[in-house]
């Protein structure tokens, strides 16, 4: 049996607001012993993993880390993102995608996305967020009076912890021995991977880092041996395939959120890279499971 991820409870096709936050999904998942978590590449939003029970495996951008009862696993936004099931004592876990508007709180959670992009050390351990998103998620299932008050209240104080338990992690380290070239590379890389819904052109690198685009291109092209334009073209077809595996997105709606300048673009790129059109890729994926 294969099992699509969070299915078994909210997904908003459209994200709702409380307060300062913007709630893109919340749920309870339990699986089975052959339930599978695809990859799938997440929009930009946090989302955190609590698992209730069982075992497991949460793989990010191609790194596994074991997860087990008690844990809770934070992503970042537009990491790529599979579960895998131990057979023998399958996970339960809940589940929550947010976005935050409130000004403090959303300068600490973009120092996390800028200092914390390894996959290793993600997982921690937080009895109130654990609580907290299980009250959150019977404030959804039930109409009472200020639940849009108190679930704006709950997703401040999921915030607050995840801010504090990732400042006793520490943040991403770069190796002694790579060089200044490499450091920025990466810098640019990074900016791409985490804002590939938001840019419209690369000269927004020159406004992140201060040098003109010229420079960044001429460094990019000699310390990797590839340019930035194909870089990021790449990563917005990684995207792509992903957001037209899921199957939640016309492939109109997935040009328009890469920011493509027309469908017919999008489609020639797309073959250019799958083979077929991403409607006949589509089909042919889901044709054959």
Known sequence: MLTRYHLDHSYFSEPRRFGEFLLYQIGRQYCERDTV???HIHMPFFELTIVTEGRGTVITNGVGTPVGRGDVYFSLPCDTHEIQVDPDDPLQYDYIAF??????????????????HSPYGRVFRDDHIRRAVGYALSELNEERPYSDELLAALLTQISVCLIRDCKKIPPTKTRDTVTPAEVLCYRLMHHIDTHI???????????VTGYSYGYLSALFKRTTDRTLSEYYQEKRLDAAGLLLREGRFSVTEVADMLNYASVYSFSKAFRKRYGASPRIWRENIIKNG
Request: proline share 6%; glycine share 0%.
């Open 37 to 39: 978590v695809e990859p």
């Open 99 to 116: 976005h935050c508007e409130t000004p403090a709180l959303r300068q600490e959670l973009d120092y996390l996305t800028e200092n914390y």
């Open 197 to 207: 819904y938001s840019m419209k052109h690369l000269e927004e690198l020159t406004d």
